[in-house]
């Protein structure tokens, strides 16, 4: 195990990536000198730098900080990479991201939210009810919280609210008091293999909850029964046998109001000001945790209505009279079936256009048939080309191949420059339509042109 009390100097080799970033953001404000590489500057590097972190974009091995005590990389920075092995080969201690997560929770108190969807919402939402209630937490989120324009901030309080990441296991170096389980559709089977191995980990991140803990599991996913029964405890808006259970949804205005009953006891007119059926649940066990942490009830509703979500997860960009744009992080097809459901839910009468970037080529080979029956929710979608992220192409399998099995929406595989000029196009008329941006790679760089388009 790292002895952190130790290190003074920490080089973050893919410094940019969200997860990364809140880790750099955590020693910083501990003190400790921190500096890193990414690739590309981008929205968040330049904020690191802000917070006067230096960062290098040359992966030039005489760039790299030569008095390092410790070297932290991500799974997605390529074996090749030449800092990495320079400080491999002259014997630095180098630890993967999840070891040092892994390292931080050994002393404190952990809420670790897991799920192949909804991880980033619902500890986001719980860090920003701890925080604006005054319980108090360290929060190291997978998104950028909008209350606070940050993925990382820290209390006097013990308590860390933990984003755990299923992808390349790293959820299992943690050590968790609580633990959220949302969702546990196929995903990452680039390092699982198959669907059961993958659900085979959740279960043993399960295991790992302390003696006397909780989990929190959504009711209904499958292999719900395979959890220690004595630490289980579900929630659901669906399904009234939940222990946790959500009820009375109604729309009012654009959000949310609704009642959640907990352990006999019912919060009333709870006011949620995200889009999404899939939030009210998120909600949900954010909400039945920070009761089980003895925050008040009117704490809790007050702080829930405070919240602005979290960027880039269902985030109104424009919202006019005749115009909504929303920008998500979905890249899975249940992601995006949740996505394109509550949005035209939520706005009744509106043509739906969908702009989808898939990431990764074996995703997109893994779930083409899925997500051409999640596309063909919408009335109109625009493709763009694979985002490869760590991988190289993989023969015959490209944008294409969804588009070839959607037989609903009218569809066509675009550049990003074709976006653009779709949109100046499409949306030049005053009329309803609702425009949705989604994946996980860089179609978030159309997200300001297309609303100045919009604006103008």
């Known amino acids: 195990m790292i002895d952190l009390k130790t290190i003074q100097q920490i080089y973050f080799i893919g410094i940019g990536g969200i997860g990364m970033s809140a880790l750099a953001r955590y020693f910083a404000f501990h003190g400790k ?3 890193g590489y990414d690739k590309t500057p981008t929205n968040l590097t330049r904020a690191l730098e802000k917070e006067n972190i230096a960062i290098v974009y040359d992966d030039d091995e005489t760039l790299a900080p030569k008095s390092a005590d410790l070297v932290v990389y991500t799974p997605a920075v390529p074996a090749s990479h030449p800092q990495l092995n320079y400080y491999r080969d002259h014997d630095y201690t180098v630890a993967k991201r999840s070891d040092v997560l892994g390292a931080i929770t050994q002393s404190s108190f952990n809420i670790c939210v897991a799920g192949t969807h909804g991880k980033t919402t619902i500890s986001s939402m719980l860090a920003h009810i701890l925080r604006d209630s005054g319980y108090g937490c360290n929060a190291f989120l997978g998104g950028i919280a909008a209350n606070y324009n940050s993925n990382f901030w ?9 984003e755990a990441d299923e992808y390349d296991r790293s959820f299992l170096k943690l050590s968790p008091d609580i633990a959220v389980i949302s969702a546990m559709d196929a995903d990452h089977l680039d390092i699982y293999g198959t669907e059961e191995s993958m659900r085979e980990a ?11 803990g909780r989990l929190y599991i959504k009711k209904g996913i499958s292999g719900e029964n395979k959890f220690d029964a004595r630490k289980r405890c579900s929630y659901s808006i669906s399904d009234a046998t939940a222990d946790v259970v959500t009820s009375g949804v109604k729309i009012e205005n654009g959000h949310y109001v609704f009642n959640t009953n907990i352990n006999q006891e019912q919060i009333k007119e709870i006011v949620l000001n995200m889009g999404g059926l899939h939030n009210i649940e998120n909600a949900t066990v954010a909400i039945a945790i920070a009761r089980q942490l003895n925050v008040e009830p009117d704490a809790i509703k007050l702080a829930v209505a405070g919240f602005k979500g979290v960027k880039r997860r269902f985030e109104y960009i424009v919202r006019t009279t005749d115009t909504i744009y929303i920008d998500d992080y979905a890249h899975h097809p249940e992601e995006l079936t949740a996505l394109i459901r509550s949005a035209k839910n939520l706005f009744t009468g509106f043509p739906a256009t969908v702009i989808f970037q898939p990431h990764l080529f074996s995703r997109t080979r893994d779930f083409a048939d899925e997500f051409a029956a999640s596309l063909d929710l919408a009335d109109e979608v625009l493709l763009l ?12 399998v490209s944008s294409e191949m969804i588009r070839e099995r959607m037989s609903k929406a009218n569809v066509q595989v675009v550049s990003k420059e074709g976006v653009i000029s779709f949109v100046k196009q499409k949306f030049s008329a005053k009329q309803p339509q609702l425009l949705v941006t989604a994946g996980a790679g860089d179609i978030d760089t159309l997200v300001e042109p297309i609303k100045q388009i919009l604006g103008n």
């Open 154 to 162: 820290s209390s006097e309080n013990n308590t860390c609210v933990i």
């Open 385 to 396: 080309p694979i985002y490869p992220a760590r991988e190289v192409p993989i023969k015959g």
């Open 33 to 35: 000198e921190v500096s």
């Open 202 to 212: 959740f279960v043993q991140f399960g295991e790992k909850i302390k003696p006397g």
